[in-house]
């Protein structure tokens, strides 16, 4: 019914940047908040930032000041800026979208930053 496709991860180094993408196709008429994720090896899958319908954010702590969520309502997608990345940030980072009250995963994407 609704497939999301993640792009954009790979390898950076420490204090570079990556931009995460996210676009959802298929059955769609609206889509209310939207969220990226990640998980770390050995570690439970945790909330980087979310986006609600009507622009608000939220980041976790370890993140604010670095990343930036926005999204394109008309391409129906979500998108992650990272900056001054750290090693702690490697993870396979998802996304997450309510289409319109269900929410969806997208397949994940890995991010590696090196020292």
């Known amino acids: 019914q609704v497939q999301l496709v993640e792009s954009g991860g790979g390898l950076a180094q420490a204090g570079g940047s990556l931009r995460l993408s996210c676009a959802a196709s298929?059955?769609?008429?609206?889509?209310?908040?939207m969220g990226w994720y990640r998980q770390a090896p050995g570690k439970s899958r945790e909330l980087v930032a979310v986006?609600?319908?009507?622009?608000?954010?939220e980041y976790a702590d370890s993140v604010k000041g670095r990343f930036t969520i926005s999204r394109d309502n008309g391409k129906n997608t979500v998108f992650l800026q990272m900056n001054s990345l750290k090693p702690e940030d490697t993870a396979v980072y998802y996304c997450?979208?309510?289409?319109?009250?269900?929410?969806?995963w997208g397949q994940g994407t890995q991010v590696t930053v090196s020292s």
């Open positions: 298929g059955s769609i008429f609206s889509i209310g908040a």
């Open positions: 986006i609600s319908s009507g622009g608000s954010t």
């Open positions: 997450n979208m309510k289409v319109p009250i269900r929410s969806y």
